[in-house]
C-alpha cells in the first residue's frame, strides 16, 4: 500500500499541483510536530527557577544583576531614568521588591547576609530622603495631583504600604533600632487612613484605592506584629470581612483591583493585582488567601503546549491593556504585567507545575541575556526582573510569620 | 583562442515548496535573525514591558526595533525548523519514493 502511494507522490510531483501538495502536506506535518515541541527547548526544572532552600541559579544571576545596580550609580541611573520616563512608579516598586528580595534571600544565604543588608539600607534610606525632598508624588504617577484625596492630610497608601514593608523586612533579616519607630509610624497612620475610611480602605491616589496597596498594608501590619509584639489581628479581620462583602466580583470571587473610597469598582478583577494580592494575603487569613490564588488560576491562568500565562481579565469583565497589564497579546491573552505576577503567587503558593510553564514562557519570550554572571530579560526592565527575582526566592519571610501566628 | 560562445550557464531555481526551498527559506531566516541579533536589537524588546531600551532612545524607535527582533526571532524559532523539518520529510519521501 504504501509503495502505491510513494508511487502515485512521484508521478504527482513532476506536475505543479502535485508539488505544492506535497509541500503543504510536509508543512502541514512539521508545523504539527515542531510547536508542540516547541516547549523542550525552554522548559526546565523548577529548580532551575526556584529552590525550596538556598538560591536557584536564576536566583544567584538575577539578584547578580541588581546587586552591581546598586553599587554602580551610573549603571542604576540609566536604568532608573529609563523606567522613570514611562511611570515614576516603577522606580520605587523596582526598590521594594529587590529589598524584599534581599530579605528572602539573607534568610535563604546567610553568608551574604551583611552584603545584602548594605543594600538594603541603601536602598531604604535613598528612598526616604527622595520622598522627603519631593514629597510624595515623586513616585506617583502625574494624576495624583490632578485631583484632591478625600482624606485629609493627602497620604497614598501605594508608599506608606511598600515602605513600611520595607522597613520591617529589613528588620525581620536583621534589627536595626532606627527603623523601629520608622515603621510604628507608617503603620499607626495606615491603620488611622483605613479607618477613616467607610470600608476600611485608603486611598493611594485621589479617591482611588487599590486592593494590591491595601492588603500590601495587612501585611505590614503583621510584620510588625511579629516584629514588636503589636496586635493588629482584630483590624485585619475585620477588614478582610469587608473586603469580602464589599470588593469581591460576583461573578468570579476574586477581589476587584480597584474602587472608589467609598467601594464602588473602578477596575474588577485583574491579573496583575490578584496574585499578589492573594500573595500578601497569607499574612492576614490563610484560607481566604489560598482560596484567591485558586480563583485567580481558574480565572486568569493560561497554559498550553507547555507554555504557561496569566491573562489581565476574567472573560467576564472585559477592560483594555493599562500601565500595569503591559500589552495584551489578542487571542492567547498573554499580558507581561499579569504573567510576570502569576510568578508571585505560583511561588508563594507551591504551585510548582504553573510556575514551571510560565519559566518556559519566559525563557520563549522575556529575550533573556546573560553577561559575567548575571541576567536580565531584555523583554523586561528594572521592576520586572526585580519581581522575577522576588517570586524565585520569595518564602522564609512568610514562613517565619505565619508559624508565630497564634 | 576558444571563440565560441559558451552559453551562459542557467541559475537552477529551487522549485517554490521543494525541499531545497524550505532548506534556503530556513537558512535564510536563520541568517537575517543572526544579523539582527548581532546589530543588538535584542535590547530594543524592552518596549515590551513600556521602557525603552535606553534614556536616549524613544518608545517609538524602540518599538520599531524590537518588533523587527521579534518577527525575526520567531522566524528563526518557529519558522525556520518547521521548513526545517519540511525539508527534512520530503527528502525522506522522495528516497522512499525513488526505492519503491
Redesign the interface.
Known sequence: M??RL??R??VK?TSLRG??L???V??T???A???PS?HFFFTRNVGDFRQPVGLSPKAEQLAARHLQLWTDPKLRE?EL???R???AE?DFMGRTFLVWSLADMGLRNPAARQDYLRVMDQIIDETLRLEKEHGMYFFLMPYATAGSYVVQPARSLFLDSEIAMMLASRRMLEEKPEYRPLLKERVDAMVAQMERGPILAAESYPNECWTFDNTAALAAMRMEDYLDGTDHSAFVRRWVASAKKNLTDPKTGILISSFTLSGEALEGPEGSSIWMVAHFLRLADGDFARDQYARAKKELGRKMMGFAWSGEWPDSWRGGAN?DS??VIPVLDIS?GASGMAFIGAGSFGDDNYLTGLAATLD?SG?P?RHAGQLKY????QV?DAALLYAAVLGPLWERIEKAKP | MNDTIQPKPRKRRT????AK??LSRSLELAALFLIAHLAGL??Y??F?????A??GTT?ERSGVYGTIYIVL?LGC??AA???????G??TL??K???R?
Not at chain 1, 378 to 381: G, H, I, Q, T, V
Not at chain 2, 15 to 18: A, D, M, T, V
Open positions: 504504501f509503495k510513494f508511487m507522490w512521484e510531483k508539488r505544492l506535497r509541500g503543504l510536509a508543512l506535518l512539521a508545523t510536530i515542531w510547536i516547541l540609566r531614568c529609563r523606567m520616563v514611562s511611570n516603577w500601565i503591559g500589552p507581561a520563549f529575550f541575556s531584555c523583554a523586561s526592565n520586572g | 522549485g517554490f515548496l521543494s526551498y524550505f535584542r535590547q524588546t524592552a515590551l514591558s513600556g521602557t525603552t535606553d534614556v518608545i526571532y524559532v518557529v525548523p518547521i521548513l526545517l523539518l519540511s525539508a520529510l520530503l519521501w522522495d522512499a519514493a525513488r519503491g
